[in-house]
Each structure stands twice: as structure tokens, then as C-alpha cells.
């Protein structure tokens, strides 16, 4: 973000920015990211990330912001390369892995970054022949 902001130093005044930091995956990043929205009080922002996961960040995001008032928009940077179903497979299973993570987290509090078939899903990789 450094780099960005010293090219773009001119932004107007009460626009922040926001890092997940370091975590185990997409649910993770959403669930920092909320804490720190509430905790700089954004009432909107804009979610910035490739453009094969935005729509699980973004609908992740919005989840745990539900209710809140808080409005997300979302802008893709150009990641992956126009025909790659391999992107789109490994995204659906990332995904249904996310809302289970929702799920879990939702009823028991508890994270699951450590379960080792949460691991496997969020490592795994899948390339055309």
C-alpha cells in the first residue's frame, strides 16, 4: 500500500485504508476487515482485489456487514486470463469452503483456519492438462 499511496499522495481528507493482513483465507480477511471498518467507523468503502476472487470477498464482506448500513463496493484488478476455467473451479470450491467457514464461525464463534481439510480446500490448485 506504501507504494500506492506515494504515487497517489493527494487523497482527500477522511478516506483510509483498510489491510486485512495476514490470515488463513478470503472468510478471514472479511472477518479482519470488518472489525477494522467498525473500528475506524467507514460507513462506505471499496474492496479492492483480483479479479477471480471478488465476488466471494465481496459477497463475504457484505455478509458479515449485513445490517450495518455500511455500503461495499468492489473493483477488480485484471489477475487472471480470460478462458481459464481452471480459475472458475477453484474459485466455486474456495467459495463453498468460505460459506462454511461463515456457517461455523456464525453458530460457535470459533475460527477454522487450522482444520486440516480447510487447509486442503484453501491450497487447492487446479490446471488445464
Not at 499522495?9 to 472477518?31: N, Q, Y
Amino acid at each position: 500500500m506504501r507504494p500506492y499511496l506515494k504515487q497517489f499522495p493527494d487523497f482527500p481528507d477522511g478516506v483510509g485504508f483498510v489491510t486485512a493482513g495476514l490470515s488463513h483465507g478470503a472468510f478471514e480477511d472479511a472477518l479482519v476487515t470488518r472489525h477494522r471498518i467498525r473500528e475506524f467507523g467507514f460507513r462506505r468503502v471499496i474492496l479492492v482485489t483480483s479479479d477471480y476472487p471478488i465476488l466471494r470477498s465481496s459477497m463475504l464482506l457484505k455478509l458479515l456487514l449485513a445490517g450495518s448500513g455500511i455500503e461495499v463496493q468492489q473493483f477488480a484488478v485484471a489477475g487472471g486470463k480470460p478462458g481459464e476455467y481452471w480459475l472458475v473451479l477453484r474459485e466455486m470450491v474456495k467459495l463453498w469452503t468460505s460459506l462454511g467457514e461463515l456457517g461455523y464461525y456464525s453458530v460457535t464463534g470459533k475460527l477454522l483456519g487450522d482444520w486440516p481439510l480447510v487447509q486442503r480446500a484453501r491450497a487447492w490448485k487446479i490446471r488445464p492438462t
